[in-house]
């Protein structure tokens, strides 16, 4: 990969991941809710299931999709309908100290699932492989572009955990927490409506 395409491919997984995005507010709720340490294996879920969603479309699930709208169709639909199951929880969120004793934050597993459903993923995915792939070298770009978003994703994410972390005073009390987790379900479905056109 010549120089400039890969500096270009780092700056491309630098800004689609650190935007906003279902990823990145769920992730500042949970830095809220539960604090920076309980959100980790959140973010690393993430990282890790990008990861392997970039490699299976750079390997042929995005040639698949093409070829069967209706599969992506079907994908854009239930992640919607997941987020939108995600953005419930969030905004009925009512206390920290519920989410320290009852709640959790979503679990590595959890996290790495959600990209396979996450319109966001979908887009940044299909978008890497057209835009940064050599026909010439097709397998060693994919992996490039691969380990360039590992590398580059779970620091861009984590910011928004640690914001999230230092927003906890300030929520402690529980009518602005219950705003803001309401606001944050809102965001969260309202993010849908881009991704979904």
Do not use: C
């Not at 395409?5 to 650190?18: N, R």
């Not at 970039?54 to 639909?77: D, H, N, S, T």
């Not at 940064?132 to 992996?143: K, M, W």
């Not at 928004?160 to 219950?178: E, H, I, N, Q, Y």
């Amino acid at each position: 990969m010549q120089p400039e395409i890969f500096a270009a491919l780092v700056l491309f997984a630098f800004v689609t991941s650190v935007t906003p995005g279902p990823n990145n507010l769920m992730l500042l709720a949970s830095g809220v809710n539960f604090g920076f340490r309980r959100t980790v294996p959140h973010m690393f879920g993430i990282g890790s299931g990008f990861f392997v969603l970039l490699l299976a479309v750079g390997f042929g699930l995005g040639a698949l999709l093409e070829r069967v709208p209706l599969l992506y169709a079907a994908l854009k639909i239930g992640g919607a309908l997941y987020l939108l199951y995600l953005a419930w929880k969030i905004a009925f969120s009512r206390s920290m100290g519920e989410a320290e004793t009852g709640g959790r934050p979503l679990t590595f597993l959890q996290a790495a699932a959600f990209q396979w459903v996450n319109p966001k993923a979908w887009v940044m995915a299909l978008g890497a492989m057209a835009a940064y792939t050599d026909a010439e070298n097709y397998a060693a770009s994919v992996l490039i572009i691969g380990v360039v978003f590992a590398l580059v994703n779970v620091p861009s994410v984590s910011v928004w955990a640690g914001f999230g972390t230092a927003l906890r005073s300030f929520l402690s009390d529980p009518v602005r927490l219950k705003w803001f987790n309401m606001g944050m379900g809102l965001t969260l479905v309202l993010s849908l409506w881009p991704m979904l056109l």
